[in-house]
């Protein structure tokens, strides 16, 4: 089952991550820039440049990062980081840090070269996770024992929840940053998401999309997701009207709908996040009882996503963004056309 699904009970105490607080006085390799740093004449400046990055990466230790759970302190770079958060695991290989990273949960398949793991981010083993011997372990929920267990050894723990946000999204990859001495690849990260998202909004030619409802499904058994969620969001991005956010439970921000209030709600579009997990598509979505009689399901206008891309607030939410405009545009291209 999908991450997001699963952090349905942790959604009520989801506190929006903070920025990287400034570190003590007492640590001046926070600013440190290695312009210091004495080489050969004869080194090349390759050479010199790497030297450099590797001294500000060092030197920016030690670290307070602000955090849902309280301030965590981290005094030197870690490399062995165990991630058991899929959308951390993108992260750190996006931001460069992906060489500090030697095992990630069994969920985290993304990128290929990720080094996956037997250990569940959800049940995991406190024993598997000690045996690695890691120097940080990066997740997005952890039991409460597991987490004790592993501050009873001194093992620094990160927590970061699911975004609520575009802008919690970017706060993450930041906090990563800082956590792992890529702040430069963070930045750099953030900044491209950011062009990518300008330019799609720039780019793509829909019709004022107020009027258009839509359903995003998280599974077969109706769980969705409302506009106070990252999902939510990027669909408020593009003006879509979510039918979600007036449905019973909405305050969860992951409500689970009835069948009925869907097909009274007869939304415009039907977006899949279950392609993958559940083997959903638009035939197996008109097989279900009385919803031929829908119009998006009569019409064609049933979306399948990519449940991974669709449900990681990484840096692929750019690439659901994308898949969302692009099928609004041809769908409504399609309307105009007929």
């Given at each position: 089952?999908?991450?997001?699904?699963?952090?349905?009970?942790?959604?009520?105490?989801?506190?929006?991550?903070?920025?990287?607080?400034?570190?003590s006085?007492?640590?001046?390799q926070?600013?440190?820039?290695?312009?210091?740093?004495?080489?050969?004449s004869?080194?090349?400046?390759?050479?010199?440049?790497?030297?450099?990055?590797?001294?500000?990466?060092?030197?920016?230790?030690p670290?307070?990062?602000?955090?849902?759970?309280?301030?965590?302190?981290?005094?030197?770079?870690?490399?062995r980081?165990?991630?058991?958060?899929?959308?951390?695991?993108?992260?750190?290989f996006?931001?460069?840090?992906?060489?500090?990273v030697?095992?990630?949960?069994d969920?985290?398949?993304?990128?290929?070269?990720?080094?996956?793991?037997?250990?569940s981010?959800?049940?995991?083993?406190?024993?598997a996770?000690?045996?690695?011997?890691?120097?940080?372990?990066?997740?997005?929920?952890?039991?409460?024992?597991?987490?004790?267990?592993?501050?009873?050894?001194?093992?620094?723990?990160?927590?970061?929840?699911?975004?609520?946000?575009l802008?919690?999204?970017?706060?993450?990859?930041?906090?990563?940053?800082?956590?792992?001495g890529?702040?430069?690849?963070?930045?750099?990260?953030?900044?491209?998401m950011?062009q990518?998202?300008?330019?799609?909004?720039a780019?793509?030619?829909?019709p004022?999309?107020?009027?258009?409802?839509?359903?995003?499904?998280?599974?077969p058994?109706y769980?969705?997701?409302?506009?106070?969620?990252?999902?939510?969001?990027?669909?408020?991005?593009?003006?879509?009207?979510?039918?979600?956010?007036?449905?019973?439970?909405?305050?969860?921000?992951?409500?689970?709908?009835?069948?009925?209030?869907?097909?009274s709600?007869?939304?415009?579009?039907?977006?899949?996040?279950?392609?993958?997990?559940c083997?959903?598509?638009?035939e197996?979505?008109?097989?279900?009882?009385?919803?031929?009689?829908?119009?998006?399901?009569?019409?064609?206008?049933?979306?399948?996503?990519?449940?991974?891309?669709?449900?990681?607030?990484?840096?692929?939410v750019?690439?659901?963004?994308?898949?969302?405009?692009?099928?609004?545009?041809?769908?409504?291209?399609?309307?105009?056309?007929g």
């Amino acid at each position: 089952m999908k991450i997001v699904k699963r952090l349905i009970p942790l959604i009520a105490i989801f506190a929006t991550l903070a920025l990287m607080s400034s570190c003590s006085s007492s640590s001046t390799q926070v600013v440190a820039t290695g312009d210091d740093a004495t080489t050969d004449s004869s080194q090349s400046m390759e050479s010199m440049n790497e030297a450099d990055d590797d001294e500000q990466s060092t030197s920016a230790f030690p670290v307070t990062l602000q955090t849902p759970t309280g301030d965590l302190v981290l005094e030197s770079q870690p490399t062995r980081i165990l991630s058991l958060s899929p959308t951390a695991t993108e992260i750190l290989f996006a931001i460069g840090a992906g060489d500090q990273v030697i095992a990630v949960d069994d969920q985290s398949n993304y990128p290929p070269e990720a080094p996956t793991s037997d250990i569940s981010g959800f049940t995991p083993n406190l024993e598997a996770i000690l045996a690695l011997e890691p120097d940080l372990v990066v997740h997005s929920y952890l039991p409460e024992d597991i987490e004790q267990g592993i501050s009873n050894v001194g093992i620094p723990s990160l927590t970061q929840y699911a975004a609520g946000s575009l802008d919690d999204t970017y706060q993450q990859i930041t906090q990563l940053g800082a956590a792992t001495g890529a702040s430069a690849g963070a930045q750099s990260t953030v900044r491209e998401m950011q062009q990518r998202i300008d330019e799609i909004m720039a780019s793509i030619d829909v019709p004022d999309g107020s009027s258009l409802t839509f359903y995003h499904e998280l599974d077969p058994t109706y769980f969705s997701v409302t506009s106070s969620t990252f999902i939510g969001q990027v669909y408020a991005m593009l003006g879509l009207t979510n039918i979600a956010d007036e449905a019973e439970g909405a305050g969860s921000g992951y409500p689970q709908l009835s069948e009925e209030y869907i097909l009274s709600q007869n939304p415009d579009l039907i977006f899949l996040a279950d392609t993958k997990c559940c083997a959903q598509d638009i035939e197996t979505v008109s097989e279900r009882n009385g919803w031929n009689a829908l119009s998006a399901v009569s019409e064609g206008k049933v979306i399948e996503l990519d449940d991974d891309i669709a449900s990681r607030w990484g840096p692929r939410v750019v690439e659901f963004l994308e898949a969302i405009a692009t099928a609004v545009e041809q769908m409504t291209a399609l309307e105009t056309v007929g």
